[in-house]
C-alpha cells in the first residue's frame, strides 16, 4: 500500500502540547502519506468557460415610469433627434443605478423637454 504519513506518523491526528488533537493536515486523517508531491493543494474552483453570447444592448426603459417618460420624450415636438436619443439614453442609465425614475427626476427631464423661450 502507501507509505505511512510522515506528520503523524500513522494515526491521521495530531496534538499539540495544551492536549489538543486535530486532523492532519498532511495525510488529512488517513495516515497514509498524501500521492500529491507538489507541496501545496490547489483548493481554487474552476468554472468552465461560458460560451460568449452578445449581450442584446438595451434600447427602452425597463420600468413603467421610465417606459412612460421616454414616450413623452418621444412624442416631444420641441426636442431634436439627437436630444431625444439623449434624454432616454439618460432615463435607461438612471433606472440602472437607481432601479426607478423618482419625481426629482422625471421633474429635470420633462423641464429639458419645454420649448426655448
Given at each position: 500500500?502507501?507509505?505511512?504519513?510522515?506528520?503523524?506518523?500513522?494515526d491521521?491526528?495530531?496534538?499539540?502540547?495544551?492536549?489538543?488533537?486535530?486532523?492532519?493536515?498532511?495525510c488529512?486523517?488517513?495516515?497514509?502519506?498524501?500521492?500529491?508531491?507538489?507541496?501545496?493543494?490547489?483548493?481554487?474552483?474552476?468554472?468552465?468557460?461560458?460560451?460568449?453570447?452578445?449581450?442584446?444592448?438595451?434600447?427602452?426603459?425597463?420600468?413603467?415610469?421610465?417606459?412612460?417618460?421616454?414616450?413623452?420624450?418621444q412624442n416631444?415636438p420641441?426636442?431634436?433627434?439627437?436630444?431625444?436619443?439623449?434624454?432616454?439614453?439618460?432615463?435607461?442609465?438612471?433606472?440602472?443605478?437607481?432601479?426607478?425614475?423618482?419625481e426629482?427626476?422625471?421633474?429635470k427631464?420633462?423641464?429639458?423637454?419645454?420649448?426655448?423661450?
Amino acid at each position: 500500500m502507501g507509505e505511512t504519513c510522515g506528520i503523524c506518523g500513522g494515526d491521521g491526528r495530531i496534538g499539540n502540547a495544551f492536549g489538543l488533537t486535530t486532523t492532519c493536515p498532511g495525510c488529512h486523517g488517513s495516515g497514509l502519506r498524501s500521492s500529491e508531491t507538489t507541496g501545496f493543494r490547489d483548493v481554487t474552483k474552476t468554472k468552465p468557460a461560458r460560451p460568449s453570447t452578445p449581450a442584446s444592448k438595451q434600447t427602452w426603459p425597463l420600468t413603467f415610469e421610465g417606459g412612460q417618460l421616454a414616450a413623452e420624450v418621444q412624442n416631444s415636438p420641441a426636442c431634436s433627434p439627437q436630444t431625444k436619443a439623449k434624454l432616454i439614453r439618460e432615463i435607461m442609465e438612471y433606472e440602472g443605478s437607481h432601479g426607478a425614475c423618482t419625481e426629482t427626476f422625471i421633474k429635470k427631464v420633462r423641464k429639458q423637454l419645454r420649448p426655448p423661450r
